[in-house]
């Protein structure tokens, strides 16, 4: 059974950095591609990173250029790396494993394993 469980949220001011985390437990996890999501309140999830099982990566445009993603296989650990935050990155964060390849990841429903989410706020 798959387990995933993010880490490393927190409040930030504008400008700063954090780095999420994601640990994939299960023998899945590194046979889909991964990916990172982020919602606010009433809004839907959006899809910003993913990591496919090829080692490619795709970004949402809007945070392009300021986020990356990437994992550390001997861990099963998922990462991302956020730099430059704007208070327009303030959401819930959610890890998403077992994810269609290609541009699956993109869409919530292609992904059958989410974490439980991790707040980060940026502040002004």
């Known amino acids: 059974q798959v387990q995933v469980k993010e880490s490393g949220g927190g409040s930030v001011q504008a400008g700063g950095s954090l780095r999420l985390s994601c640990e994939c437990s299960?023998?899945?996890?590194?046979?889909?591609?991964m990916a990172w999501f982020r919602q606010l309140p009433g809004q839907e999830r959006e899809a910003i990173a993913g990591l496919d099982v090829d080692g490619s990566t795709d970004y949402a445009d809007s945070v392009v250029g300021r986020f990356s993603i990437s994992k550390d296989h001997a861990k099963s650990t998922l990462y991302l790396q956020m730099n430059s935050l704007t208070p327009e990155d303030s959401a819930m964060y959610y890890c998403?494993?077992?994810?269609?390849?290609?541009?699956?990841?993109?869409?919530?429903?292609?992904?059958?394993?989410w974490g439980q989410g991790i707040q980060v706020t940026v502040s002004s």
């Open positions: 998403a494993a077992e994810c269609d390849s290609g541009s699956g990841w993109k869409i919530p429903s292609l992904c059958n394993e």
């Open positions: 299960g023998y899945t996890c590194s046979r889909y591609a």
